[in-house]
Structure formats: structure tokens, C-alpha cells
């Protein structure tokens, strides 16, 4: 028995780190790479941040509370959008 349970476990531990090595790559730059483009251009209290494969999605609220989403290219740290809510 022991000499299934070790191997199944080693086998779960391993499926479970798989989604996080997904989209891991040198030449990307880093969620606080993102969140520092992000502060840059005025968002003090972020709120949610999404990888989508080719750019960073960063939300929050500016200084006065207002609602901001900012798009950061992922391989070159390039603003590709800003929304604001006035």
C-alpha cells in the first residue's frame, strides 16, 4: 500500500504545479512589473490583476476613487489601453 500512496501523491503534487509553470517565460515581464506601469499611470488601490497570455490587466481606483483598468503588453511593459470611469 505504502508503495502507491508515496508515487500517487508525488503525481498529484506535480498536476497541481502544471498550471502555474503555464505561461512561464523569460520574456515576459512580471505582475509587478505590470503593477508598477499601472501605479505609474495613477491607480493607488488595485483591485484585480489577470494574465492573459499576451498582456497584464490591471484594475483599481485612482486617488480620488475612480475606477481604472490599464492593459500592459506582457513582453515589452508597453501601455496598450487605459479606461477610467470620471
Known amino acids: 500500500m505504502r508503495s502507491f500512496i508515496i508515487p500517487a501523491i508525488a503525481a498529484l503534487a506535480i498536476g497541481a504545479a502544471t498550471p502555474a509553470m503555464a505561461y512561464d517565460s523569460g520574456s515576459q515581464i512580471s505582475m509587478e512589473a505590470a503593477l508598477d506601469v499601472a501605479t505609474n499611470l495613477g491607480i493607488v488601490t488595485v483591485s484585480n490583476t489577470k494574465f492573459l497570455g499576451d ?8 486617488r480620488l476613487g ?21
Not at 55 to 61: A, F, K, L, T
Request: glycine share 6%; no cysteine.
Open 55 to 62: 498582456e497584464w490587466e490591471v484594475e483599481g481606483r485612482d
Open 66 to 86: 475612480r475606477w481604472m483598468q490599464v492593459d500592459v503588453d506582457a513582453r515589452t511593459g508597453e501601455v496598450r489601453n487605459v479606461d477610467r470611469s470620471w
